[in-house]
């Protein structure tokens, strides 16, 4: 029961780190800036879903995935692990979105599915930390990494529909230093993938 409740912890941590809510709130915000509140919803709720079904069927499908392209959970940890490494770097560095605000004409077909579903909200790191999480996985961790997923895209939708009375009341500073402490995080989760894949090459990991 410990051990399936330090797993639920570290994947929560994990997607809360890489799907960072608070700070796509921001990017939600530029991107529906002028567009009607039923608008804005409706690209809400399409991106959510739209992201949970992506990480779903890489969650059920990863193991398949990995032996139709041959790949070893090692080789997928140490490459997994760099890339999300790279995506925490670069928020530590407060590097910005080239995205930029449409028009409301046809605003949710141009942005709900892309980019903020792909690769927002379901982009290579999530769909990374997701397979990791299930690559050697129990039918039950399994499950809860597919729950607490799907917890997560909920807090993502009512903090994108909260969005505009958020940033008001918080500020674009504080959301920026929160980014800056997640990028941190995904940094430090990309390193611990890299570290476990090179234990599992040389065969160093300990029972």
Same mark, same amino acid.
Request: no cysteine; proline share 2%; hydrophobic share 60%.
């Given at each position: 029961m410990d051990n399936l409740l330090t797993f639920s912890i570290t994947v929560f941590t994990g997607f809360f780190a890489i799907t960072n809510p608070i700070s796509n709130m921001t990017v939600f915000v530029s991107?529906?800036?002028g567009a009607r509140k039923e608008t804005k919803n409706a690209i809400n709720k399409?991106? $959510? +879903?739209?992201?949970?079904?992506i990480v779903l069927v890489f969650i059920l499908l990863g193991k398949y995935i990995f032996e139709l392209f041959n790949i070893s959970i090692p080789a997928f940890k140490i490459t997994g692990g760099i890339l999300i490494f790279f995506i925490g770097?670069?928020?530590l560095q407060s590097k910005q979105s080239n995205v930029k605000s449409l028009n409301d004409v046809n605003i949710e077909e141009d942005i709900a599915v892309s980019p903020l579903a792909i690769p927002i909200l379901a982009g290579p790191g999530?769909?990374?930390?997701?397979? $990791? +999480?299930?690559?050697?996985?129990?039918?039950?961790?399994?499950?809860l990494v597919i729950l607490i997923f799907g917890s997560?895209?909920?807090?993502?939708?009512?903090t994108f529909k909260l969005s505009d009375h958020i940033v008001?009341?918080?500020g674009y500073n504080v959301i920026s230093v929160i980014g800056k402490i997640m990028g941190l995080i995904i940094a430090i989760i990309g390193?611990?993938?890299i570290i476990q894949g090179i234990k599992i090459s040389f065969?160093?990991?300990?029972?």
């Open positions: 991107l529906t800036q399409k991106a $959510n +879903f739209i992201a949970f079904i770097f670069e928020m999530t769909i990374v930390t997701a397979m $990791n +999480f299930v690559s050697n996985a129990a039918p039950l961790q399994m499950i997560m895209s909920l807090i993502t939708y009512f008001s009341f918080v390193t611990g993938m065969d160093l990991i300990s029972n």
